[in-house]
């Protein structure tokens, strides 16, 4: 029997990594030439250097997501903030806070921490989701952020596709699923069909839109925000990665890690239309100002993300659907997929292990 995962972001990672490790035949197939999906890491000519596509950041309460990095011997790739203390600045004032979650602060935190938990406003966000977001967050271990020493693909990604080695294809897009309206009978890459065996079984671990071109009849969320994430390299370095929270100006969340500072803005829409060095400009000042730099930076990247996350209205909740199909071979996984979490890392990981007992089932 074999188990094909289509899709290498986190979901399928997590999905591909967890049937190895019980002794299961599996093929990962991957379109992009890199594994990863919407977290990765890459290499960037802009400012020479490996940055993250955008600011990841775990909780400790991502109980799934932590259960990942330590099964792929990854955990000590990240580094956890304890105790949990979120350094904050109003970048209208100048105010400098730190909250101490649980508790001590969270009032003025609430905003930013649900935007960048559910990538959309709050005001427009389900109330269940938001309700999950910070029944989650009643413990300071709970609450610690985890941040990744050096980037989210070498502890997230680079040791799953390690596990994996040759059983991870790259650049291995699936272009249809021939069915004879019961079961998936063949995978069809291209010019490649690859027949199905009575116990073979799948998996499509991509995102919404790219499931549903393969499954006409899926319902799945349309509705998606965006984040922007501005990447400066800088002539300083700091010793230890330095995460501040902003309210009153453009940036959310600043991430100064080696000499590259990242920001991060949620639910980003209405910046999409902006270049990126009109939105450099923007954000340099705010970056100078929460961190105290004179100067300019060496260089800077811009990265803007679309459909970053699926939007978090209850519309789009409503829209989210389970791990089985009607198809009896055929499961899903993704962050989109119906888990009871936000459409984040964690969500993506436990998409995949409950996509993996289902098909090892
Ligand atoms: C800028 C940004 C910042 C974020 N910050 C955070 C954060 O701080 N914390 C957090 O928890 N989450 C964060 N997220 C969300 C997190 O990145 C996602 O929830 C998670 O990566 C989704 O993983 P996935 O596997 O479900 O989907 P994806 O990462 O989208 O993976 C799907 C994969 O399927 C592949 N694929 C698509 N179509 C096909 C096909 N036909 N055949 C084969 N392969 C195909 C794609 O190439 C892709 O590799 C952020 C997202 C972005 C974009």
């Not at 921490?113 to 559910?118: D, G, I, N």
């Not at 590259?260 to 340099?284: C, H, M, N, Q, Y």
Request: hydrophobic letters at 45%.
């Amino acid at each position: 029997m074999v188990i094909h995962v289509v899709g290498a972001g986190v979901a399928g990672l997590s999905a591909g990594t967890a049937l190895l490790d019980a002794g299961a035949d599996v093929l990962v197939h991957e379109a992009a030439p890199m594994p990863g999906g919407r977290c990765r890491s890459y290499d960037d000519p802009e400012i020479g250097r490996r940055i993250d596509t955008g600011t990841h950041l775990l909780l400790g309460a991502n109980v799934h997501a932590l259960a990942y990095l330590r099964r792929l011997g990854a955990l000590d790739r990240m580094i956890e903030g304890v105790p949990a203390a979120y350094p904050f600045i109003d970048l209208s004032s100048g105010r400098r806070w730190i909250v101490r979650p649980p508790f001590r602060g969270l009032a003025s935190a609430l905003h930013p921490v649900a935007l960048a938990a559910l990538n959309t406003e709050p005001r427009e966000s389900s109330w269940r989701r938001l309700g999950a977001v910070f029944g989650r967050l009643l413990t300071e271990s709970a609450c610690r952020p985890w941040i990744a020493s050096t980037g989210i693909g070498d502890a997230m990604v680079d040791p799953a596709a390690a596990r994996l080695g040759d059983r991870l294809a790259l650049g291995r897009r699936l272009t249809a699923l021939e069915t004879d309206g019961l079961r998936i009978q063949r995978l069809v890459f291209g010019q490649e069909r690859v027949p199905l065996a009575p116990g073979d079984r799948v998996i499509l671990a991509v995102p919404p839109h790219a499931a549903a071109q393969l499954l006409p009849d899926l319902m799945f969320p349309t509705e998606h925000r965006a984040i922007v994430n501005a990447h400066f390299q800088v002539q300083e370095t700091s010793p230890a990665p330095r995460l501040i929270g902003c309210v009153g100006g453009l940036a959310q969340w600043l991430l100064w890690r080696g000499d590259v500072i990242s920001v991060t803005v949620s639910a980003a829409d209405r910046l999409i239309g902006e270049t990126p060095a009109a939105l450099a400009k923007r954000f340099w000042p705010e970056v100078a100002r929460a961190f105290e730099l004179g100067g300019t930076p060496v260089s800077a990247r811009i990265v803007k993300e679309r459909r970053a996350t699926i939007a978090a209205t209850p519309a789009m909740e409503r829209l989210r659907p389970g791990t089985r199909t009607r198809f009896a071979n055929l499961s899903l996984a993704g962050d989109w997929i119906r888990t009871g979490l936000p459409a984040t890392i964690e969500s993506a990981v436990r998409s995949g292990a409950i996509a993996a007992r289902l098909a090892l089932a």
